[in-house]
Protein backbone atom coordinates (compact mmCIF):
# COMPACT_ATOMS: atom_id res chain seq x y z
CA UNK A 1 0.00 0.00 0.00
CA UNK A 2 1.66 3.22 -1.02
CA UNK A 3 2.41 5.94 1.40
CA UNK A 4 1.81 9.61 0.71
CA UNK A 5 4.81 11.49 1.63
CA UNK A 6 4.17 14.71 3.48
CA UNK A 7 6.27 16.76 5.69
CA UNK A 8 6.89 16.19 9.86
CA UNK A 9 4.43 17.13 12.25
CA UNK A 10 4.86 17.16 16.10
CA UNK A 11 2.73 15.65 18.48
CA UNK A 12 2.86 16.73 22.20
CA UNK A 13 0.94 15.70 25.62
CA UNK A 14 2.13 14.93 28.98
CA UNK A 15 4.18 11.51 29.39
CA UNK A 16 3.35 8.37 30.78
CA UNK A 17 4.59 7.16 34.51
CA UNK A 18 6.90 4.89 32.96
CA UNK A 19 8.78 7.48 31.32
CA UNK A 20 8.04 6.71 27.84
CA UNK A 21 6.35 9.62 25.21
CA UNK A 22 2.68 8.80 25.19
CA UNK A 23 0.43 9.93 22.33
CA UNK A 24 -1.63 12.65 23.92
CA UNK A 25 -3.94 15.63 22.83
CA UNK A 26 -6.23 16.37 20.57
CA UNK A 27 -5.28 16.38 16.88
CA UNK A 28 -6.24 19.05 14.20
CA UNK A 29 -7.90 17.92 11.35
CA UNK A 30 -8.64 18.81 7.69
CA UNK A 31 -10.48 17.08 4.89
CA UNK A 32 -11.90 13.54 4.40
CA UNK A 33 -10.12 10.57 7.07
CA UNK A 34 -6.90 9.75 6.56
CA UNK A 35 -6.02 13.56 5.27
CA UNK A 36 -4.16 15.08 8.72
CA UNK A 37 -3.30 18.74 8.99
CA UNK A 38 -0.90 19.88 11.67
CA UNK A 39 -0.97 18.91 15.70
CA UNK A 40 -3.35 21.17 17.65
CA UNK A 41 -1.06 20.87 20.47
CA UNK A 42 2.73 21.33 20.97
CA UNK A 43 5.09 21.61 24.56
CA UNK A 44 7.96 20.08 25.92
CA UNK A 45 7.48 16.80 25.29
CA UNK A 46 6.82 17.11 21.51
CA UNK A 47 7.61 14.28 19.39
CA UNK A 48 8.80 14.75 15.59
CA UNK A 49 7.00 12.78 13.18
CA UNK A 50 8.02 11.27 9.67
CA UNK A 51 6.47 9.63 6.72
CA UNK A 52 8.56 7.02 5.49
CA UNK A 53 10.85 9.01 2.93
CA UNK A 54 11.26 11.58 5.21
CA UNK A 55 12.65 9.10 7.60
CA UNK A 56 14.16 7.13 4.72
CA UNK A 57 15.85 10.37 3.95
CA UNK A 58 17.09 11.42 7.82
CA UNK A 59 18.44 8.14 8.18
CA UNK A 60 20.82 8.28 5.03
CA UNK A 61 18.97 5.01 3.61
CA UNK A 62 16.97 4.31 1.11
CA UNK A 63 12.85 3.90 0.96
CA UNK A 64 13.67 0.29 0.13
CA UNK A 65 15.81 -1.04 2.29
CA UNK A 66 13.38 0.95 4.88
CA UNK A 67 10.90 -1.30 3.71
CA UNK A 68 13.16 -4.18 4.52
CA UNK A 69 14.10 -3.62 7.90
CA UNK A 70 10.34 -2.83 8.78
CA UNK A 71 9.58 -6.56 6.99
CA UNK A 72 12.21 -8.09 8.78
CA UNK A 73 11.16 -6.67 12.31
CA UNK A 74 14.25 -4.95 12.88
CA UNK A 75 12.16 -1.30 13.55
CA UNK A 76 9.00 -1.31 14.83
CA UNK A 77 5.35 -0.88 13.54
CA UNK A 78 4.29 2.72 12.86
CA UNK A 79 1.93 4.88 14.01
CA UNK A 80 -1.15 4.31 11.97
CA UNK A 81 -3.58 7.10 10.72
CA UNK A 82 -5.92 5.98 8.61
CA UNK A 83 -3.69 4.98 5.41
CA UNK A 84 -1.02 6.85 6.76
CA UNK A 85 2.25 5.90 8.31
CA UNK A 86 3.97 7.86 11.03
CA UNK A 87 7.34 7.08 12.28
CA UNK A 88 9.73 8.64 15.10
CA UNK A 89 12.27 9.37 16.98
CA UNK A 90 12.19 6.58 17.84
CA UNK A 91 12.28 4.79 14.29
CA UNK A 92 14.78 7.09 14.07
CA UNK A 93 17.15 6.24 16.41
CA UNK A 94 16.49 2.61 15.75
CA UNK A 95 17.89 3.00 12.48
CA UNK A 96 21.35 4.77 13.63
CA UNK A 97 21.66 2.15 15.77
CA UNK A 98 21.51 -0.55 13.18
CA UNK A 99 23.77 1.33 10.78
CA UNK A 100 25.84 1.67 13.74
CA UNK A 101 25.96 -2.49 14.15
CA UNK A 102 26.63 -3.07 10.79
CA UNK A 103 29.49 -0.29 10.31
CA UNK A 104 30.79 -3.02 13.57
CA UNK A 105 30.22 -5.73 11.31
CA UNK A 106 27.29 -7.62 12.77
CA UNK A 107 24.97 -8.83 10.47
CA UNK A 108 21.37 -8.33 9.59
CA UNK A 109 20.21 -11.74 10.86
CA UNK A 110 22.35 -11.49 14.34
CA UNK A 111 21.14 -8.06 14.57
CA UNK A 112 17.44 -9.88 13.96
CA UNK A 113 17.97 -12.77 16.39
CA UNK A 114 19.45 -10.11 19.09
CA UNK A 115 16.24 -8.03 19.04
CA UNK A 116 14.06 -11.06 19.36
CA UNK A 117 15.98 -12.68 22.04
CA UNK A 118 15.39 -9.47 24.07
CA UNK A 119 11.64 -9.09 22.64
CA UNK A 120 11.16 -12.18 24.20
CA UNK A 121 12.02 -11.29 27.99
CA UNK A 122 15.84 -12.57 28.10
CA UNK A 123 18.07 -10.05 29.74
CA UNK A 124 20.56 -7.98 27.82
CA UNK A 125 23.68 -9.36 29.76
CA UNK A 126 22.93 -12.65 29.04
CA UNK A 127 22.24 -12.32 25.03
CA UNK A 128 25.29 -10.76 24.87
CA UNK A 129 27.18 -13.04 26.47
CA UNK A 130 28.24 -10.51 29.78
CA UNK A 131 29.88 -10.87 32.93
CA UNK A 132 28.57 -10.22 36.20
CA UNK A 133 29.87 -6.91 37.03
CA UNK A 134 29.50 -4.06 39.96
CA UNK A 135 28.37 -1.67 37.42
CA UNK A 136 24.56 -0.69 37.59
CA UNK A 137 23.50 -0.68 34.29
CA UNK A 138 20.80 2.29 33.08
CA UNK A 139 17.90 2.36 30.37
CA UNK A 140 17.04 4.73 28.19
CA UNK A 141 14.56 5.65 25.56
CA UNK A 142 16.24 6.54 22.35
CA UNK A 143 15.10 10.07 22.99
CA UNK A 144 16.69 9.99 26.29
CA UNK A 145 19.83 9.13 24.92
CA UNK A 146 19.71 11.95 22.24
CA UNK A 147 18.81 14.44 25.06
CA UNK A 148 21.67 13.32 27.57
CA UNK A 149 24.17 13.55 25.07
CA UNK A 150 22.96 17.26 23.18
CA UNK A 151 22.34 15.74 19.79
CA UNK A 152 25.87 14.51 19.88
CA UNK A 153 24.61 10.64 19.23
CA UNK A 154 25.45 10.00 15.55
CA UNK A 155 25.75 6.61 13.47
CA UNK A 156 29.57 7.01 14.43
CA UNK A 157 29.31 7.85 18.15
CA UNK A 158 27.16 4.77 17.91
CA UNK A 159 29.25 2.69 16.54
CA UNK A 160 32.17 3.82 18.92
CA UNK A 161 29.87 3.19 22.20
CA UNK A 162 28.74 -0.37 20.56
CA UNK A 163 32.25 -1.26 19.68
CA UNK A 164 33.16 -0.73 23.97
CA UNK A 165 30.55 -2.18 25.13
CA UNK A 166 28.99 1.08 26.77
CA UNK A 167 25.59 0.34 24.91
CA UNK A 168 23.32 -2.25 23.71
CA UNK A 169 19.97 -2.44 22.40
CA UNK A 170 17.44 -3.95 24.43
CA UNK A 171 13.74 -4.60 22.97
CA UNK A 172 12.33 -0.39 22.61
CA UNK A 173 15.20 0.62 24.95
CA UNK A 174 19.08 0.91 24.79
CA UNK A 175 20.81 -0.32 28.03
CA UNK A 176 23.82 1.65 29.22
CA UNK A 177 26.32 -1.14 30.99
CA UNK A 178 27.38 2.20 33.49
CA UNK A 179 25.76 4.40 35.29
CA UNK A 180 29.30 5.93 36.63
CA UNK A 181 30.11 5.84 32.78
CA UNK A 182 27.28 7.43 31.33
CA UNK A 183 27.44 10.01 34.19
CA UNK A 184 31.10 10.69 33.48
CA UNK A 185 30.49 11.06 29.66
CA UNK A 186 27.35 13.23 30.07
CA UNK A 187 29.48 15.26 32.25
CA UNK A 188 32.27 15.94 29.87
CA UNK A 189 29.95 16.70 26.94
CA UNK A 190 28.21 19.34 29.13
CA UNK A 191 31.72 20.77 29.67
CA UNK A 192 32.09 21.35 25.83
CA UNK A 193 34.28 17.85 25.42
CA UNK A 194 33.01 16.30 21.58
CA UNK A 195 31.36 12.99 22.04
CA UNK A 196 33.86 11.43 19.87
CA UNK A 197 37.23 12.67 21.94
CA UNK A 198 34.70 11.19 24.66
CA UNK A 199 34.38 7.61 23.19
CA UNK A 200 38.24 8.03 21.61
CA UNK A 201 39.75 8.76 25.41
CA UNK A 202 37.07 6.01 26.64
CA UNK A 203 39.17 3.71 24.35
CA UNK A 204 42.34 4.38 25.54
CA UNK A 205 41.18 4.17 28.90
CA UNK A 206 40.29 0.73 28.11
CA UNK A 207 42.84 -0.59 27.15
CA UNK A 208 45.33 0.85 29.97
CA UNK A 209 42.23 -0.79 31.99
CA UNK A 210 42.51 -3.93 31.03
CA UNK A 211 46.14 -4.10 31.17
CA UNK A 212 46.13 -3.07 34.92
CA UNK A 213 43.89 -5.94 35.63
CA UNK A 214 45.80 -8.50 33.62
CA UNK A 215 48.64 -6.88 36.55
CA UNK A 216 46.78 -7.77 39.48
CA UNK A 217 45.28 -10.86 38.64
CA UNK A 218 48.64 -12.24 37.38
CA UNK A 219 50.22 -10.91 40.45
CA UNK A 220 47.56 -12.06 42.87
CA UNK A 221 47.14 -15.82 41.52
CA UNK A 222 50.95 -16.00 41.56
CA UNK A 223 51.59 -15.07 45.51
CA UNK A 224 48.15 -15.90 46.48
CA UNK A 225 45.97 -18.30 44.85
CA UNK A 226 43.79 -18.97 47.68
CA UNK A 227 42.61 -15.65 47.67
CA UNK A 228 39.17 -14.25 46.70
CA UNK A 229 39.63 -12.40 44.16
CA UNK A 230 35.99 -10.66 44.87
CA UNK A 231 38.08 -10.06 48.54
CA UNK A 232 40.81 -8.38 47.13
CA UNK A 233 38.99 -6.33 44.48
CA UNK A 234 38.50 -3.37 46.75
CA UNK A 235 42.38 -3.19 46.71
CA UNK A 236 42.91 -3.08 43.16
CA UNK A 237 40.23 -0.30 43.11
CA UNK A 238 41.85 1.68 45.78
CA UNK A 239 45.24 1.37 44.00
CA UNK A 240 44.27 2.70 40.70
CA UNK A 241 42.41 5.32 42.24
CA UNK A 242 44.75 6.69 43.97
CA UNK A 243 47.70 6.31 41.65
CA UNK A 244 45.79 8.45 38.97
CA UNK A 245 45.13 11.11 41.81
CA UNK A 246 48.69 11.19 42.05
CA UNK A 247 49.23 11.25 38.98
CA UNK A 248 46.73 14.10 38.17
CA UNK A 249 49.00 16.05 40.43
CA UNK A 250 52.29 15.21 39.04
CA UNK A 251 50.95 16.82 35.77
CA UNK A 252 49.43 19.86 37.05
CA UNK A 253 52.33 20.58 39.50
CA UNK A 254 54.49 20.18 35.74
CA UNK A 255 52.57 22.71 33.72
CA UNK A 256 52.54 25.24 36.82
CA UNK A 257 56.32 25.13 36.64
CA UNK A 258 56.85 25.94 32.87
Same mark, same amino acid.
Request: proline fraction near 7%; avoid cysteine.
Given at each position: ?8 ? &? ?10 ? $?? /???? +? ?12 ? /? ?12 ? +?? &??? =?? #? ?10 ? =?????? *? ?33 ? $? ?28 ? &? %?????? #??? !????? +?? %? ?5 ? %???? =? ?11 ? &?? #? ?13 ? @? ?8 ? *? ?11 ? !?????? @? ?10 ? /???? %? ?9
Amino acid at each position: MAEKAEGPK &ARGGPQAQSGRK $EQ /SGPQ +AHSGPTGQSGPQAQ /SGPAAVREYRMTEL +AE &AAG =IT #VRTLRFYRERGL =IPPPRR *EGRIAWYDEHHLARLHTIAAMLERGHTLSVIGELN $EALESGRDVGEALGLHPTEETPVRLSPEEL &A %DAFAGE #VTP !ENLAA +AL %DLGYLAP %DGDE =IVHISRRLLDAST &AL #VRAGVPLAEVMQAGA @RVREHADALA *ELFLATVRAHAPH !ESIDKL @RPLAKAVVEAEL /SLAL %DRRLAAEENT
